[in-house]
Structure formats: structure tokens, C-alpha cells
T-cell receptor
């Protein structure tokens, strides 16, 4: 069974630009969650999508948004990038009724 | 609100010895799950082990076991027979029943295995 995949793996953007990251969950998993990891703030929850609906949202500004498609693939978008958005962005997929959650390899975003 | 505390920023262990990584949690929700993840320098978060709050027995997965003490609100990870490849960051995380699959993470422990 294929694991969680994220694309792209690395990204360099300029302040003020926008970026879209993609996450494909494990086959059969309908929940996708996104996290931001920085040295200063650690791992912080961005949002969770389940069956194309946002189920939970973390404490991030509206510049951070996401969506989920009918095949459970998810995208997150960050508009008007700031230097502080430089981070490792991780997505996780989960199956209902099971405890485990599995992460993808992450997208490392650098904003210059 | 949920909180996870990992009090050991860094630890050394000799190869082939066992090591315990500490994790304490705080939640008022009676139904929750506890997770441990390993993060090597590559950045990927590798799932190690899961313990549900109603599980009667401590979880084990190969060399990993979770020492779950509900009354003390602790969920320590025990790694037996440490290997050089175990050197990494380790994160404890919690999910509560009324928050979907949202995970709250601790600050992590950097484990270094000495040959």
C-alpha cells in the first residue's frame, strides 16, 4: 500500500507570492490534516479535511487555506507569503476507526 | 485545551541499551489517543506506536513499547536495544475524541545513540 505523498518536496518562493502544496493520503483514508513545523513554534496544526469538508482549524491567519477533493487528495494554499511562513509543511492521513495517523515526507518551503 | 509535555530536550544512550523518553499529557476528555513519532533529519514523521485511553494493555510494536500510566497522565516511550539508526527527534502527540484527527504535539526529545 502506498504511503502519504506530498508534492513538491522543496519550494523556494519570494515574499508576497502565493504557493499551493499537495497531499495524497493513503488509499481509503478520508481524513487529511496539515501541520506547520518551525524551529521556534514546533509542530502546529493548520486544519483537517474529512470527506471534502473542513472539520477542524488551527490558529492561523486567513492567508492559509485548504481544500479536499472527492478522491481525498488535499491542497493547502498560502497567499501573500511572509518570511515567517518558511517551514516544513506536513500532511497526515487517517482512517476512521483506527488509531494510527501517517505522515507524508513534507514540503520544505523557503520564503526569501 | 490539550497539552503535551516532553521534559527531555536531548538524551544520549549507549548502543544496545534501553532508553525511556518521557511524555506527560493533560486533557479533560476521557477519550483520547496517544502517539509517538520519530523524525530523522530528513524530516519525515514516522509513526511508531499508538495507545488509546481505554486500552487495557500497554501498546508494543517491535522494539517500541509505550508505558501508559493513566492516573499519572504519562505515556513514556521505551526503546529496547537501541541502534545507531534510532538517533532522531521523537515526538509525543495526543488526539482527543471531540477534535477529529487533530494532533497536539510536545516539543520533542532529541535522542542520540552512541556506538
Amino acid at each position: 500500500k502506498a504511503g502519504v505523498t506530498q508534492t513538491p518536496r522543496y519550494l523556494i518562493k519570494t515574499r508576497g507570492q502565493q504557493v499551493t502544496l499537495s497531499c495524497s493520503p493513503i488509499s481509503g483514508h478520508r481524513s487529511v490534516s496539515w501541520y506547520q513545523q518551525t524551529p521556534g513554534q514546533g509542530l502546529q496544526f493548520l486544519f483537517e479535511y474529512f470527506s471534502e469538508t473542513q472539520r477542524n482549524k488551527g490558529n492561523f491567519p486567513g492567508r492559509f487555506s485548504g481544500r479536499q477533493f472527492s478522491n481525498s487528495r488535499s491542497e493547502m494554499n498560502v497567499s501573500t507569503l511572509e518570511l515567517g511562513d518558511s517551514a516544513l509543511y506536513l500532511c497526515a492521513s487517517a482512517s476512521p476507526g483506527l488509531g494510527e495517523q501517517y505522515f507524508g515526507p513534507g514540503t520544505r518551503l523557503t520564503v526569501t | 485545551a490539550q497539552k503535551i509535555t516532553q521534559t527531555q530536550p536531548g538524551m544520549f544512550v549507549q548502543e544496545k541499551e534501553a532508553v525511556t523518553l518521557d511524555c506527560t499529557y493533560d486533557t479533560s476528555d476521557p477519550s483520547y489517543g496517544l502517539f509517538w513519532y520519530k523524525q530523522p533529519s530528513s524530516g519525515e514523521m514516522i509513526f511508531l506506536i499508538y495507545q488509546g485511553s481505554y486500552d487495557q494493555q500497554n501498546a508494543t510494536e517491535g522494539r517500541y513499547s509505550l508505558n501508559f500510566q493513566k492516573a499519572r497522565k504519562s505515556a513514556n516511550l521505551v526503546i529496547s536495544a537501541s541502534q545507531l539508526g534510532d538517533s532522531a527527534m521523537y515526538f509525543c502527540a495526543m488526539r482527543v475524541s471531540n477534535a477529529g484527527n487533530m494532533l497536539t504535539f510536545g516539543g520533542g526529545t532529541r535522542l542520540m545513540v552512541k556506538p
